[in-house]
């Protein structure tokens, strides 16, 4: 990629993929095609749904498919992680093989002499603007609203930590989608189970320059936020391949590190 001066732009090669649903039956299936992330990639990021059901043998299988594979790799759980109630054993499982595992939190790695900032968080459901879930009635019903609205306050948070990071790219990393423009080849009736809003606007709001998500396998790849933030699917049934591979450039070092700019991504 090139800038419009003809010289050449600094980019961070982002290779993403979600919803890999991996179990024992499945050893070795992606690692052929990781080990080739060296040569094209400057990260990996795992936006969630990594195992069937949320079990330590499967998160096992993950964590041999990504260890060692001589860049970094960044996750984000998602709900089938969840499943077991083994959450917190599947990150120490991911940990123990090198991955950061996110959760409201970020990560700023040098990439190229620059930093590269990730903020993740699995995420929740809730639905988008003008047909979402309200804060309103029974004690459920706030719960769930609730648990929307946390993820979401923890995602801006750790992208406002980024920003400050003075990190020259800073990337969303979810499971649940941010906005329905990902969502288009699902049945409309289960977009409120597929993303919430809140997560766009914890992405418009704290600024960032790419958003990836999961979890909507009959989804679109391309979308963007209300600020024009580009947001990406990578669930592997829309992808179709071990991953899919950005370029995004770099921030002009003179720009605010906190504003949300109209860079491209380039697959």
Known sequence: MTSGSGQSEAVVRVAAVGDIHLSPDCRGLLRPSFETLPLCADLLLLA?????????????VVAEEVRGLGIPVIAVLGNHDYHSAREADITRVL????????????????????????AGVKGFCGGFAGRSAGEFGEREMKDFVRSARRAAEGLHRALAEVSADGCGARIALTHFAPVPDTLAGEPVEIYPFLGSYLLAEAIDEAGADLAVHGHAHLGTEHGMTAGGVRVRNVAQPVIGRAFALYHLPFANPASSPGSTDARGVET
Do not use: F, Q, Y
Not at 48 to 60: F, Q, Y
Not at 95 to 118: F, I, N, Q, Y
């Open 48 to 60: 969630g749904d990594l195992t069937r059901h949320g079990t330590v043998p499967e998160a096992e």
């Open 95 to 118: 940990s123990d093989a090198g991955v950061t595992v996110l959760e409201g939190e970020r990560v700023v790695l040098p990439v190229a002499g620059r930093k590269v900032g990730v």
